[in-house]
């Protein structure tokens, strides 16, 4: 098994930056991937960033690209989403994934944390 917990969600106004932080913890080795989903009330969850174990391959949903980045600390275990000239529409909880085979933006990923409120007000 694997363990992914969030942190850094809170409250930003809009135009500011907030990085949100996960880390792994468990079987890691058996993780190929790591990404954020977010999901807003009365929405369905959706892809934000994945990125590939190796650091060597990042992949993004249209809307944030160009204002999010998703990096990862391998000595720590750790991915990170620096989010930058928010959005109140980025408004979401915003859940950490792990996924064993290729790289995805389907949610058929097979970690999943808690999550972490992102609140952007207007």
């Known amino acids: 098994q694997v363990q992914l917990v969030e942190s850094g969600g809170g409250l930003v106004q809009a135009g500011g930056s907030l990085r949100v932080s996960c880390a792994a913890s468990g079987r890691t080795f058996s993780i190929d991937n790591m990404g954020w989903f977010r999901q807003a009330p009365g929405k369905e969850r959706e892809f934000v960033a994945g990125i590939t174990w190796s650091g060597s391959n990042t992949l993004y949903a249209d809307s944030v690209k160009g204002r999010f980045t998703i990096s990862r600390d391998n000595a720590k275990n750790t991915v990170y989403l620096q989010m930058s000239n928010l959005k109140p529409e980025d408004t979401a909880i915003y859940y950490c994934?792990?996924?064993?085979?290729?790289?995805?933006?389907?949610?058929?990923?097979?970690?999943w944390g808690q999550g972490t409120q992102v609140t952007v007000s207007s």
């Open positions: 994934a792990a996924r064993r085979g290729a790289l995805t933006s389907l949610v058929i990923w097979n970690y």
